[in-house]
């Protein structure tokens, strides 16, 4: 059975090799199909992996407490009612579980150092905020409790900040930038954490809470706070953190039982999953239309073994005659259907990891191949080639040899 199977295969060479042209628009479908399979599926994975990343880049055990029923904060002049920082003492003092809290108020002013300016984000906090966040310094140091109570006139920058207003590379550390009306010290840089999504965590400027509201935008309410980022304790149950943390809200911003929340409680491992499993069912998607190039790519072979079968009917008359049987001509005939498919198939995942590196670099996410997936889209295409190239080699077993020599 090996010697019939290996000796079909060589002549199934012969064949495409003599009209290679012809072979290569055969199986051009297959090549297209795996390549777009295993590209969609290898970036899609690569994607979904740098989103946990990024994810897991905003902070450990992370509980995120924002106004308003949706993801992301609202206004009060919206009619949502902001955070007070009595409410994040309220978390921590009364919920057990919780290591840290920082309570943050977020701005967006203009920003100056010598002819330099531009508009930047501006984060007021605690010093919790950056052990909360996994923020770490590149250079410099973070603002003290001292500075944070005293409201002191220094921030701290991220580095697209400082590339881009202190062009000349100097050092930032101790040059004083204008934040809005005010003049600021600059005593640290933060290292640098990349894009979160939209976002360019690295464009951002840091400040103490009392800072942002005394000398910056001013403390015109109470109710001031955009944000609060909360850690839990290595253990913690965050669905039961979540649960007090919503029940004492409520409480606080005196919810009756039949009105909704007008705040969300949110953890980064929820983020992180939601997130993730968009981004595998989008993968999905497009992989299964992709899969829609593989069955036209089996059309196409099943095509050309029909045209082949007609033009080799005198031949497979004359090996009938000389004693070939039904199942040897079938296996001559499928062998070669798969031998296209599979050669499909190497092609395209050739062309796959052309296509997965350079859209890689391009999207900026890191690409590392699964052999697994490789393998099935492989199998695939040879199953394409069986399924579609049995009717083709059935037609040619079943042709009778005394008609067959008789064709011209």
């Known amino acids: 059975m090996f010697t ?36 969609m599926v290898t970036l899609g994975q690569a994607t979904t992996k ?22 992301g904060p609202r206004s009060a002049s919206a009619g949502v009612p902001n955070f007070s920082e009595t409410d994040a003492i309220a978390i921590i003092d009364q919920i057990p579980g919780i290591d840290s809290v920082a309570p943050v108020k ?11 300016a531009r508009k930047t984000p501006v984060t007021g906090s605690t010093v919790d905020y950056f052990k909360i966040g996994k923020w770490s310094i ?22 697209t900040v400082r590339d881009e207003l202190f062009t000349n590379k100097e050092n930032p550390i101790g040059q004083k930038i204008r934040l809005g009306k005010a003049s ?9 954490k990349g894009q979160m999504g939209m976002s360019n965590q690295d464009n951002t400027i840091i400040v103490p809470l009392t800072t942002l509201q005394r000398r910056l935008v001013g403390h015109t309410s109470s109710r001031d706070i955009n944000m609060i980022n909360i850690s839990a304790m290595d253990g913690a149950d965050s669905d039961s953190l979540i649960a007090e943390i919503t029940s004492l ?17 949110m953890d980064t491992r929820q983020i992180a999953e939601t997130l993730s499993s968009t981004t595998r069912m989008m993968t999905m998607l497009l992989a299964a239309v992709a899969g829609v190039s593989l069955l036209v790519g089996g059309i196409g072979i099943m095509n050309i073994m029909l045209v082949s079968v007609t033009e080799r009917t005198r031949e497979i008359g004359i090996r009938m005659a000389i004693g070939a049987r039904a199942r040897e001509v079938l296996l001559q005939f499928l062998v070669e259907a798969v031998t296209l498919s599979c050669a499909g198939g190497l092609v395209g995942i050739l062309l796959a990891v052309a296509f997965c590196f350079g859209l890689g670099s391009l999207i900026n996410v890191p ?30 077993a079943r042709l009778d040899p005394i008609e067959a020599l008789r064709h011209e």
Not at 25 to 36: E, H, S, Y
Not at 106 to 116: E, H, K, P, V
Not at 184 to 192: F, Y
Not at 373 to 393: C, D, E, K, R, T
Request: with cysteine.
């Open 184 to 192: 600021c010290e600059i005593i640290g840089v933060l290292a640098s």
């Open 50 to 71: 740098a989103v946990e990343n990024q994810i897991s880049s905003l902070g450990s055990n992370l509980i995120m407490l924002f106004p308003g029923a949706g993801f």
């Open 249 to 265: 809200m409520r409480q606080r911003r005196n919810l009756q039982s039949n009105q909704e929340n007008n705040f969300t409680v």
């Open 106 to 116: 977020s701005s967006s002013l203009s920003t100056i150092y010598l002819q330099n």
């Open 367 to 396: 690409v590392a191949f699964n052999v697994q997936i490789n393998l099935i889209a492989f199998l695939f295409s040879a199953a394409v080639g069986i399924l579609f190239g049995y009717a083709p080699a059935r037609r040619a």
């Open 138 to 159: 590149d250079d410099g140091r973070l603002f003290t409790n001292a500075e944070y109570r005293s409201g002191a006139a220094v921030c701290i920058i991220g580095t």
């Open 4 to 39: 019939m199977i290996f000796n079909a295969l060589l002549i199934a060479l012969r064949e495409i090799r003599r009209n290679l042209t012809r072979a290569f628009l055969t199986v051009l479908g297959v090549i297209i199909g795996v390549a777009a399979v295993i590209t």
